[in-house]
């Protein structure tokens, strides 16, 4: 059979069902890409429409009838997407050959589920198609004149694919496919219509749709569609081929996966220019390389001739106005009599952009070649480049200059910063000895005086004072603890001054070396105590006594550099108290729109230098800064360890405005918004790609920036990890056997900020400090009537669930509705006669009224509310009172200090607002699903409780808890207890709040 006949696969695709809307707009517009054995075919595409009919056939041949049962059929459906962009994945089916029927009246139609691509696609739906074959009859025989060159041909050309397809797997022999490829063939094939229908009954067809479904088109017309569609099909397989980067990947035990498979590939064209070869040179004359592409040029440094440059550059190619890219090597000399620069062309060498070759990492990189330059001048001249389309993934984009990013300078390239690591220090001051105090007051008979003194202790910038002591004594004691906050590398000294208040003057004064202080882990080891000398004078060395101190490096604590409540990270500062991590956060910064100009570009039109900053734990990235665009596109990923689940990411967009600026200008970069994600809030290996609202408050009111785009994956290693984190306290031991006053943690709190604020500003390229300030909250503790207001009613919000409570309890009684008072009565009579059954009851509807109102759970939402925020309400005012520095700047002195004095107490009572709201709404958040874990194990546990209280009488029950609530203080830990722990755990708003 298979040596007398050619046969045919007929696929029909008939229609879709419930696919995955994904154009943003609820719907999708879909096409079927088919493959086999080589060939491919499309299917027209089906505007905004879930359950698209096509009722389209295709064929392909079969090129070995033997082996078409090993052979497989695959459907891939995409959502098109127009003006260049990757069409984005609907689902996929892989039929096997051996399922194939031949063609006749009874083919079945089969509905297949559409499969994922990977284990995060988010598909659904299924397609319908019939799948057959036929066989046809050898042709007459005067057709063998035509057809004796194809099969030579085809008999060479097939031990070629069969080796292609042993060696090497499906896609990458799709790439050598298009490879080979190019429009002059495509016209080649066109101007011999003869030979490309011969070759159509032996090799494979080019990837396009049978010739019976085309339209005829004149001779030039049809030459120029022809190429269109073959450049339009070459671009949607290298961008399908590119897109395989982004895919998730796994090697042994590790889940970690590729840098970029939250975020669209960007091509870059590469030109990577390593030296030239200057036949006749000139002494006195340096030579540089210049790229010209369309209106785009750069220059590579200058040097003498024969030396390397080995520069690399990265030309964003949608942005790309011309198909060639032209390199030359330019001779420049100054001219001392008119001041200036000479330049003269020592060749060129041009480049077609359409057979630039393509890399995809982890493919090795490009070796450089040497070209002989072109031109007048140019003989025996060579240069040594290569020249590749990769995309932000490829190792060079790093150290390469950027079209979109302003090249090389510092302040446009994106980076990875470290918080330093931060320890409390304490100090005790204990007591002093032997001081030698000054006389007391002049005079022929001196009078002996009380001497009243205080300690005095300086790290850095840090300054503070133990209380005064009033004893008569010149060996006063103290016992007080002074808490600082140190940062690696250390500050070199603690310094310690003993002062009398008498005079005003100081005692003496002592240097503690940092770096020898003893560093705990917990409470239970007491440092060592040790004994230093006061010095009265830095030059003479006088001895003026000595002082008692214990000074340790606390380990067991979380320093804290942020505001509590959007806390990114919990962990200890000791390695040795470290845990494993629980999981893995992804965020990929894909891009922002309709970004507003922020300044003025050449004092004409406004412009926006747009860039990203997101911190997590210590760690923060910054993008690359995209030029002069009100819709950037970064795509860039980055990975954080999680170490607990109930953290806060932090995103800020912000304009570059140091860009060509000095420092001494005084330019702050601009903030365009921010935005918050809380970890707890979202499903486990479950990708949220979303765009969101930049909203930042200005003097004039609030205002709408722009529109950000990001994608975000939090991933677990180890759910009973992640379940057991929520039983755990929220901070380390050390925060509740010894913990610190509120008002000291306040302080603490605002040394770190500043530590953090310098050392970050003194990073190479820096961050600016209005940049760390608005990532860490530093005004927060701030008085402000919109945040007092906002935190009220948070608190009102929750009082009027009780309210409403109330309200439906007056519904029953008045018989607003019938059946509802029924049942309650129905209910008030099972409990009277069943007592023991009330806990139980009350259990089993938690349970199956929280399980049921899963489904109605809110969309997560990651950008700041406005209304929450109380921003629509806020009045002139109050903005210029929110906006007003501290203390105030406003006019008479009294009225200023009772003015500070007032939003000094009231900031405290508007965190206390706050705080009160967080708690109603923790427990709203429990009832709501906001954290599906908490809730589910909620859940849980009322169902567990539900059988306990059924099995064990309430009486014991009663009598049981009642002794454990009266236990003994022995009996009792100091850690909180664990249903404390799982409520402070439980998201409240406060990560909304701008």
């Known amino acids: 059979m298979a040596a007398n006949c050619t046969r045919k696969l007929t696929v029909e695709i008939c229609n879709a069902k419930n696919l995955m809307p994904k154009d943003g707009q609820g719907t999708a517009s879909a096409y079927v890409i088919v493959d086999f054995d080589g060939q491919r075919r499309r299917t027209n595409t089906i505007f905004r429409d879930l359950n698209p009919q096509w009722d389209e056939k295709l064929e392909f041949l079969v090129h070995d009838v033997d082996a078409m049962a090993a052979e497989t059929l695959e459907l891939n459906v995409y959502n098109d997407k127009k003006a260049g962009k990757r069409s984005t994945f609907l689902g996929k089916v892989r039929i096997s050959g051996s399922t194939f029927v031949k063609s006749g009246d009874d083919v079945p139609l089969v509905y297949y589920p559409l499969e994922k691509r990977s284990v995060f696609s988010q598909i659904k739906g299924e397609i319908s198609l019939k799948v057959s074959y036929v066989d046809d009859e050898p ?130 064209l590469y030109i990577r220019v390593v030296k030239a070869k200057i036949s006749n040179p000139a002494g006195d004359s340096s030579f540089c390389a210049k790229i010209v592409i369309g209106t785009h040029s750069v220059k590579t440094k200058s ?63 490009l070796a450089p070649q040497w070209y002989s330059l072109e031109g007048e001048g140019s003989t025996g001249n060579d240069i040594m480049l290569s020249v590749w389309v990769g995309t932000q993934a490829d190792e060079a984009f790093q150290e390469a200059w950027q079209s979109d990013s302003g090249g090389l300078i510092q302040d446009t390239r994106a980076s990875v910063y470290l ?52 004893i008569g004594s010149i060996n006063p004691t103290w016992n007080e603890d002074l808490v600082f906050v140190a940062a690696e ?37 007491e440092p060592r105590s040790r004994w230093f ?48 991590p629980i999981g893995l956060l992804e965020v990929g910064i894909r891009g922002a729109t309709n970004l507003l100009p922020v300044k003025t570009k050449d004092g004409t039109c406004g412009t926006t230098d747009a860039y990203v900053v997101a911190k997590y734990g ?14 950037p596109r970064w795509n860039e990923q980055y990975t954080w360890d999680v170490y607990d689940p109930c953290t806060v990411l932090t995103i800020g967009v912000f304009d570059n405005a140091r860009y060509k600026h000095d420092e001494a200008e005084g330019k702050k970069d ?33 205002k709408k920036m722009g529109e950000i785009e990001i994608a975000l994956r939090f991933s677990c290693s180890s759910w009973i990890s992640l379940i057991q984190a929520y039983a755990n306290p929220m901070l380390p031991r050390m925060h509740y056997v010894k913990p610190l006053g509120s008002a000291q943690q306040d302080i603490l709190r605002h040394c770190a900020m500043r530590i953090v604020t310098a050392r970050l500003a003194r990073s190479e390229p820096a961050l600016s400090q209005e940049v760390v300030q608005f990532m860490l909250d530093t005004d927060m503790h701030m008085w402000s009537m919109r945040r007092s207001k906002a935190n009220w009613f948070r608190v009102v919000g929750c009082l009027s ?64 509310d406005p209304r929450l925020s109380y921003l629509d309400a806020v009045g002139p005012d109050e903005l210029d009172e929110e906006f007003d520095g501290f203390p105030s700047a406003r006019s008479e002195e009294q009225v200023r200090v009772r003015y500070d004095r007032l939003r000094a107490v009231a900031g405290r009572a508007q965190t206390l607002l706050g705080d009160i709201g967080a708690q109603g709404e923790r427990l709203e958040a429990l009832f709501n699903w906001r954290d599906p874990r908490a809730t589910g194990i909620f859940v849980v546990v009322c169902l567990l409780a539900s059988l306990m209280f059924y099995v064990v009488p309430f009486k014991a029950f009663v009598l049981a808890f009642g002794f454990y609530y009266l236990r003994h203080p022995r009996f009792r830990h100091d850690m909180p207890s664990l249903p404390l722990n799982f409520f402070r755990r439980l998201p409240p708003q406060s990560d909304r709040i701008m």
């Open 139 to 268: 042709p007459p025989a005067p057709a063998p004149e035509k057809s004796d060159a194809p099969p030579a041909a085809a008999a060479e050309e097939k031990p070629k694919e069969e080796e292609k397809k042993e060696d090497k797997p499906a896609e990458e022999e799709k790439k050598e496919e298009e490879k080979k490829a190019s429009p002059a063939e495509v016209e080649k094939k066109e101007e011999k219509p003869a030979e490309k229908n011969a070759e159509a009954a032996s090799a494979t067809p080019p990837p396009t749709p049978p010739p019976s479904t085309e339209v005829p088109h004149p001779p030039i017309a049809q030459q120029k569609l022809v190429q269109e569609k073959s450049v339009a099909s070459d671009h949607s397989k290298n961008m399908e081929i590119e897109s395989k980067l982004f895919r998730k990947i796994s090697s042994g035990s590790s889940d970690r996966r590729v840098a970029f498979d939250l975020v669209d590939p960007m091509p870059f």
């Open 303 to 365: 040097l003498s001739a024969n030396n390397e440059w080995d520069q690399v550059f990265a030309f964003d190619k949608e942005g790309l106005n011309s198909t060639s890219v032209e390199v030359s090597i330019r001779a420049e000399k100054k001219v001392a009599e008119k001041d200036t620069t000479e330049e003269t062309s020592a060749g060129t060498v041009c480049f077609d952009l359409q057979e630039v070759p393509k890399r995809v990492p982890p493919d090795s990189p």
């Open 801 to 864: 669930r009780a309210a409403s409570i109330a309200r439906w309890i007056d519904g029953i009684q008045t018989w607003t509705h019938p059946p509802t008072t029924v049942l309650v009565h129905i209910l008030l009579v099972a409990i009277v006669l069943c007592p023991h059954l009330i806990l139980s009851t009350i259990c089993m509807y938690a349970f199956m009224i929280i399980s049921l109102r899963f489904r109605y759970r809110q969309r997560t939402s990651f950008a700041m």
């Open 670 to 702: 601009v903030r365009l918004g921010k935005l918050r994600v809380r970890l707890s809030t979202l499903d486990t290996n479950r990708v949220y790609v979303g765009t969101y609202s930049l909203m930042v408050l200005l003097p004039t009111g609030a």
């Open 419 to 470: 918080s330093p690591k931060l320890w409390y220090l304490r100090l005790t001051v204990i007591q002093t000895q032997d001081l030698q105090l000054s006389p007391g007051t002049p005079g022929p008979e001196p009078k002996l005086r009380s001497p009243e003194l205080y300690v005095k202790a300086q790290l850095g910038a840090q300054l503070f004072k133990t209380s005064r002591t009033t």
């Open 533 to 580: 000398n006061l010095i009265a004078d830095e030059v003479n060395k006088a001895y003026a006594g000595r002082i008692h101190v214990r000074v340790c490096l606390e380990g067991g604590y979380h320093v804290l550099d942020e505001a509590a409540h959007v806390t990114s990270d919990v962990r200890a500062t000791a390695n040795q108290l470290a845990k494993p």
């Open 618 to 631: 210590p760690k923060w990235v910054r993008t690359r800064t995209i030029l002069d665009r009100f819709n």
């Open 489 to 525: 590398p250390f500050e070199p000294f603690l310094t310690l001054t003993v002062e009398d208040v008498t005079n005003g003057q100081p005692i003496g004064h002592a240097k503690v070396q940092v770096a020898t202080v003893d560093k705990r882990t917990d409470d239970k080891s």
